[in-house]
Antibody, heavy 119, light 109 residues
């Protein structure tokens, strides 16, 4: 059974750093792109970026390029999303997603991680 | 970037009836790379349909997708109580570009 299990909710202050994680299991982690999607209340989901764990090839949405860093540790089947300096506007729910083999949709989702940034 | 516009924003339908949800793209979607997701309250989205009309594994056949080019539809026949949720469409625009619609909330009439 494919599973993406994310780290828990976080409450941070503006300017702090944060790294959240997503552990994949039940499939060959290194051979599927894995991505991150943000959701804020009242808006549709937003794709942030994806990484190919085998070689760490990473692609970012222009909206998130330079704002976050996506990485992966293939030895432990974990992907990461990190911020060096959080802003209040980074508050939201962050989902990790597995990209389908043809690369065009997201076939499995993590449970989500709520990030709250206090200004 | 392709913009997806979903309509209506909210849809009120009775259990057992049919629901029709629309997703319109600002330009033609290559190869009908259009997916639909269901999101129940406080849950992660779940894949329902991909390639505009292919049901994902385990999805009941009361869910069907259709369309091509810029106009796509998700139809749910014989609504069950658990189908009342928010539905999102998502497209792949090539070169690692993914966008979602703003969602349609399906509510009990």
């Amino acid at each position: 059974e494919v599973q993406l299990v994310q780290s828990g909710a976080e409450v941070k202050k503006s300017g702090e750093s944060l790294k959240i994680s997503c552990k994949g299991s039940g499939y060959n982690f290194i051979h599927y792109w894995i991505g991150w999607v943000r959701q804020v209340p009242g808006r549709g989901p937003e794709w942030m970026g994806i990484i190919y764990p085998d070689d760490s090839d990473t692609r970012y949405s222009p909206s998130f390029q330079g704002q976050v860093t996506i990485s992966a540790d293939k030895s432990i089947s974990v992907a990461f999303l990190q911020w060096s300096s959080l802003k209040a506007s980074d508050s939201g729910i962050y989902y990790c997603v597995r990209v389908a083999p043809d690369g065009t949709f997201f076939d499995f989702w993590g449970q989500g991680a709520l990030v709250t940034v206090a200004s | 970037e392709i913009v997806l516009t979903q309509s209506p924003g909210s849809l009120y339908v009775s259990p057992g009836e049919r629901a029709t949800l629309s997703c319109r793209a600002s330009q033609s979607i290559t190869n009908s790379y259009l997916a639909w997701y269901q999101q129940r309250p406080d849950r992660a989205p779940r894949l329902l349909i991909y390639d505009a009309s292919t049901r994902a594994a385990g999805i009941p056949d009361r869910f069907s997708g259709s369309g091509s080019g810029t106009d796509f539809t998700l139809t749910i026949s014989r609504l069950e109580p658990e189908d009342f949720a928010v539905y999102y469409c998502q497209q792949y625009g090539g070169l690692y570009s993914y966008t979602f619609g703003q969602g349609t909330k399906l509510e009990i009439k």
